[in-house]
């Protein structure tokens, strides 16, 4: 079994150092753009490339992040700097947009791809279509159990990467719109205003930051996930100092090493936590321990002789790299050889001349001197000398020799382990043509969450394409409805643990006439694509750009909605390429800003734990005292928007998707469905109402 890999973040060349000599098999980083962390320092070609040369001397590897959406007019400059990142000979690249994953695989062909946890896959099955897809590891969201790991690590192919200690989001990455939707700060662009941090209360609940969790520490954890078969454990932190870098990566060395220290932990506390840590998704014990904010006592822990003693642990060079030393000394010349524990070997020979002659024949005298590595990433393991009877050299030769010698073994490593990475001289990008649509008439999909019974609603609601029920509906409900003329789809749940059921529905339903199934992740797509009904992508895939509408039409989906972050101008241009799947949006909807695994409600009088069943009309209360309710779905929760969605009016821009989805209750969709068919003679629907992003977009 292979040791379990430290993976350290470093947000600026200061970080790198103290991530390196304190332990760090791995850093990640982000360059100057595409980061999910854009805020901070981040690299530039210089310091890539000190980073990259340094990093790999020292036998470490480095991971680019390009882990954000990417607009099609973006594309060209990433490309740019994903060539630079290459160049410099990166190990990796950590990618959440699969349309850049698309083209970075196509283009470089053997390059390494990372899934980024923004992409949200959570199960063996997303896991297992991520690694036929070319991904060869995959970052797990910080929300899962161990038993959660060890089934998806049982079961794929795909090296799995785990978050051991950090900030850790209430909202599952890759699925927050909260920063966005408030403010157009994207948290899936890399610059969220950590909205969830601010504070927000529930009636009856004493906590006044509802949204506000403990960073993440499960480091005394690392040998478990090396045991169950984790590859590599990752340290959150790239907007954090250097000596926060600096002690949680000893931590993770030290813990992996047995020897984890009082004094370790103590400083890690110190250095930054909010309120303390917790374990709580990986030990399965969800609950309001889990929940804290940074408080006056948290910053002043990190005082300055703390941050200090810190800096003294990396000050100097780490010697990691063992070498043996052969020297040979006769009247002639004299031969110095070093070989590291790689085998990497160098060679130097000189001839003596009389003013290398010196007093030194004394073969422990010249070990001594070999063994002074001085600050370098080396020590000797091992020095054999070799020397004729009477043959005299100077000390300083022989310390002329050490570090000339341990310079070129240094350059020969960062050569040697720089990442050749493979480029397709064929590679071209694609130029999609523009599909102009004729006048159509408006195609109005509904997505509910129940179906009342009421027959006068029948022929309004029968202008719907499809509409789209939960999938745990009922057979005996649904066939009702197949019958009444209805054409029903299900939509499966953005988080579920009930595989065997999901899949056991589906075959059941597509046998009673369910034709087509609303999948909001990767885990759906495979979940549903061997069950024989139409794949419909959801706005939760995080659609940006054409490269990434043709890698989803490639898995077999029919159709998909696009982001509702992007503006309805740059919808109109992905949904004009000659690309053949439908392409909608989402034009009426309580927007989910946020999917919690933790639900703050179930800690007051009105909560599903007191009450032993689904909350109702809880709301969550922001500074302003604008209210967004919490909508439960079982094993997660949404925290919808304070206001409603609505860009129906706008519907006559749309002049190239194919769909438009309505996402409420049957009762009020009638009204809705008449305004998007009657585009001539809207009501004015009397409610507080936002374009959302559609009209602003994002950062």
């Known amino acids: 079994m292979n040791n379990i890999e430290i993976l350290s973040p470093v947000g600026n060349i200061e970080s790198v150092y103290p991530a390196v000599r304190m332990g760090a098999d791995a850093v990640y980083l982000g360059l100057k753009s595409f980061s999910a962390r854009n805020k901070a320092a981040n690299f530039d070609e210089t310091d890539l490339l000190k980073t990259v040369k340094y990093s790999h001397a020292a036998g470490v590897k480095v991971y680019v992040a390009m882990n954000t959406l990417i607009k099609d007019d973006e594309i060209t400059k990433a490309l740019e700097l994903a060539d630079l990142a290459v160049k410099s000979g990166v190990?990796?690249?950590?990618?959440?947009?699969?349309?850049?994953?698309?083209?970075?695989?196509?283009?470089?062909?053997?390059?390494?791809?990372?899934?980024?946890?923004?992409?949200?896959?959570?199960?063996?099955?997303?896991?297992?279509?991520?690694?036929?897809?070319?991904?060869?590891?995959?970052?797990?969201?910080?929300?899962?159990?161990?038993?959660?790991?060890?089934?998806?690590?049982?079961?794929?192919?795909?090296?799995?990467?785990?978050?051991?200690?950090?900030?850790?989001?209430?909202?599952?990455?890759?699925?927050?719109?909260?920063?966005a939707m408030l403010g157009t700060r994207s948290a899936n662009r890399g610059i969220c205003a950590g909205s969830c941090r601010l504070p927000f209360n529930i009636k009856n609940c004493s906590n006044k930051y509802a949204l506000s969790l403990k960073d993440n520490s499960i480091i005394s954890k690392i040998r478990e996930l090396q045991q169950i078969g984790v590859v590599s454990a990752k340290i959150e932190g790239r907007m954090k100092r250097p000596e926060y870098v600096a002690i949680a990566t000893k931590a993770c060395s030290e813990e992996l090493s047995e020897v984890f220290n009082k004094n370790t932990k103590d400083c890690l506390k110190a250095v930054f936590s909010r309120n303390g840590f917790t374990s709580g998704y990986y030990d399965f014990n969800i609950d309001d321990k889990m929940f804290g904010k940074r408080e006056k006592e948290d910053v002043l822990s990190a005082d300055k002789k703390t941050l200090s003693d810190i800096r003294q642990l990396y000050k100097n060079e780490t010697a990691k790299i063992g070498v043996s030393f052969y020297l040979s000394l006769s009247k002639e010349k004299i031969i110095l050889n070093v070989k590291d524990e790689d085998n990497y070997t160098i060679n130097i020979e000189e001839k003596l001349n009389l003013e290398d002659e010196g007093l030194v024949n004394n073969e422990e005298q010249i070990k001594k001197q070999l063994f002074k590595t001085g600050n370098t990433?080396?020590?000797?393991?091992?020095?054999?000398?070799?020397?004729?009877?009477?043959?005299?050299?100077?000390?300083?030769?022989?310390?002329?020799?050490?570090?000339?010698?341990?310079?070129?073994?240094?350059?020969?490593?960062a050569e040697k382990n720089k990442n050749k990475v493979v480029i397709n001289k064929d590679f071209k990008l694609k130029n999609y043509q523009d599909k102009f649509s004729e006048n159509k008439a408006v195609k109005i999909r509904l997505f509910v969450e129940k179906f009342s019974q009421n027959d006068d609603l029948d022929e309004k609601l029968k202008l719907c394409e499809v509409i789209y029920l939960p999938l745990f509906t009922g057979k005996k409900q649904i066939k009702k409805l197949i019958d009444r003329g209805f054409n029903i789809g299900v939509h499966i749940p953005r988080f579920s643990t009930k595989f065997e059921k999901m899949l056991k529905t589906l075959s059941e339903l597509e046998n009673i006439g369910v034709k087509s199934v609303w999948c909001p992740n990767l885990d759906a797509v495979k979940i549903a694509k061997n069950s024989g009904v139409e794949?419909?992508?959801?706005?939760?895939?995080?659609?940006?750009?054409?490269?990434?509408?043709?890698?989803?039409?490639?898995?077999?989906?029919?159709?998909?909605?696009?982001?509702?972050?992007?503006?309805?101008?740059?919808?109109?241009?992905i949904a004009k390429a000659d690309i053949e799947i439908e392409k909608g949006l989402v034009v009426y909807a309580d927007f989910p800003l946020m999917m919690l695994r933790n639900c703050p409600a179930k800690y007051t009088k009105?909560?599903?734990?007191?009450?032993?069943?689904?909350?109702?009309?809880?709301?969550?209360?922001?500074?302003?005292?604008?209210?967004?309710?919490?909508?439960?779905?079982?094993?997660?929760?949404?925290?919808?928007?304070?206001?409603?969605?609505?860009?129906?009016?706008?519907?006559?821009?749309?002049?190239?998707?194919?769909?438009?989805?309505?996402?409420?209750?049957?009762?009020?969709?009638v009204e809705i469905i008449e305004n998007c068919v009657n585009l001539n003679s809207q009501k004015a629907l009397k409610m507080p109402k936002t374009s959302g992003l559609y009209v602003r977009g994002v950062e």
Do not use: W
Request: overall charge positive; glycine content about 4%.
């Open 91 to 179: 190990d990796a690249f950590i990618i959440q947009d699969m349309g850049l994953f698309s083209i970075l695989k196509e283009k470089y062909e053997n390059m390494t791809f990372h899934a980024s946890t923004q992409c949200f896959v959570y199960s063996k099955y997303g896991m297992n279509l991520l690694y036929e897809k070319g991904f060869k590891r995959a970052v797990l969201p910080r929300e899962l159990s161990k038993k959660e790991i060890e089934d998806i690590v049982k079961s794929c192919k795909i090296e799995t990467e785990v978050f051991v200690h950090g900030a850790l989001c209430v909202c599952f990455s890759g699925q927050c719109y909260m920063s």
């Open 377 to 413: 990433i080396f020590y000797a393991k091992n020095i054999v000398v070799e020397m004729d009877n009477n043959v005299c050299v100077k000390i300083s030769k022989i310390n002329e020799l050490r570090r000339k010698i341990l310079n070129e073994l240094y350059e020969l490593r």
């Open 535 to 573: 794949l419909h992508g959801g706005f939760t895939l995080n659609i940006f750009n054409k490269y990434a509408l043709e890698f989803y039409k490639n898995i077999g989906l029919k159709s998909t909605e696009l982001s509702a972050e992007l503006k309805l101008k740059e919808i109109e241009k």
């Open 606 to 669: 009105m909560g599903c734990v007191k009450s032993g069943r689904k909350c109702k009309n809880i709301y969550l209360k922001d500074r302003y005292s604008k209210k967004f309710k919490i909508n439960c779905c079982n094993e997660y929760v949404e925290i919808l928007n304070c206001v409603k969605l609505d860009i129906t009016d706008k519907i006559k821009q749309l002049k190239n998707v194919d769909y438009i989805v309505i996402r409420t209750n049957v009762e009020n969709s």
